[in-house]
Every structure is written in C-alpha cells, then in structure tokens.
C-alpha cells in the first residue's frame, strides 16, 4: 500500500547530523492537514525536530493513501504506524533513540496501542485528547458479533466497513497500552464533548502510572 506524508525539517537541517523524529497519528475524519493546520510540524521544526506527518490508509475521504474508509480497520492503521516506524528508523540523519509518536483523537488510541506493541522504538509520547474508549464504545455498541449484518458499522456517527469492529474486537487495549513504560504528555480539554477528558484520566492512571 502506498501511504502519504511529508517531512518537516529544521531551518538548519544538515543531514550529516542526527535528529530527534515525531510521528504524527491523525483522528477520525482526519488527515496529515489537521497538523498542518495546529502548526505542530512547524512548531517542531523550530525545536529541532524533524516531523512526519501522514494520511492513514483509509483514514479519512480526503485522505491521499490507499483504500477506503469502508477498508479501514485497527490493524491496517497499526500496519501503517509499523511501516513508517521502520522507514523513520532508516533515514540516514535519524537519532533511532530518540524516536516519538504524537496522536490525536482516533489516531492517540493507535499511537498508545503502537507505542505498547514497539515499546522500545519510541523515546516518548503525547497524546492530544485521545480516544482511548473507542474499542470499549464499539463493543458496546455491537456486543455480539454475530448480531452484525452487513458490511457496514457506524461509530460516532460515522460510517465504517465492519472490519473496523471485528478486528479490534479481541484487542486488549489496556494490556498492550500498559507495555510502554517511557514519557508519555496527556493533553485534553476537560470541556471535550466528543472525547470525553475522563478517558485521558483513566489512561494516565490505568495504563501509565508510572
């Protein structure tokens, strides 16, 4: 699958040197422009960071990857956070040691489940409002599997193609967030209306005590 993104680099960038990397995870309905549009590669950039930022595979309408929103599902979203990990670490001016993940919204959850399947591959996390009840909300939407006809769910209001839930669906999401133990930056507005900030708490003290 062909997936799209851009690098941002700093004004100074040499690339004999090594830089600290941000991957940027974007929500539902999303794409690589929400970042774009907050400044965060920029703003980044201006610390010395070099940052990615991307459309999931299916990620939105907008997005300029491959597939659908109908072919969208937790495990292509993990295969495209796996595959961008393994092209950031190859990059010639890349600090491997210093590898973050940032993720909003839809795209926090699959940072937090990526960081906890690559616990050692990442320096660092932040979260913007992330949807960490997302799982749970689908499973309680569709509690029983064999319930679901068709070959469409919707969540939130959105329509999906029914991978979206069946293969999540035995995801163990605190058992696998919990692996990472590095610094992770929760950051959510406690008047959030679409993510609740209770998930954020929940996360900080369920999954990264620490």
């Known amino acids: 699958l062909n997936i799209f993104g851009k690098l941002y680099f700093p004004a100074d960038f040499d690339k004999t040197q090594k830089y600290p990397v941000i991957i940027m995870c974007h929500g539902t309905d999303a794409t690589h422009a929400t970042y774009e549009k907050g400044k965060w590669p920029m703003v980044m950039a201006q610390q010395g960071y070099v940052s990615y930022v991307f459309d999931f595979c299916g990620g939105a309408m907008k997005s300029l990857s491959d597939l659908t929103e109908m072919e969208l599902s937790g495990e292509t979203m993990q295969r495209d956070i796996t595959a961008i990990l393994e092209q950031v670490k190859a990059l010639p001016y890349c600090n491997v040691d210093k590898i973050f993940i ?68 035995n995801w163990d999401v605190a058992g696998t967030c919990s692996q990472y133990k590095g610094n992770v930056l929760l950051i959510h507005g406690i008047a959030d209306k679409t993510v609740g900030y209770e998930q954020s708490l929940k996360a900080s003290t369920e999954f990264y005590p620490e």
């Open 102 to 169: 940032m993720g909003q919204s839809r795209g926090g959850i699959m940072a937090a489940m990526a960081a906890g399947r690559h616990p050692e591959d990442f320096a660092g996390m932040i979260l913007l409002y992330p949807g960490m009840g997302m799982i749970d909300r689908l499973i309680a939407e569709y509690p029983d599997l064999s319930t679901v006809t068709g070959d469409t769910i919707v969540d939130n209001g959105h329509t999906f193609g029914k991978v979206l839930l069946t293969d999540v669906y």
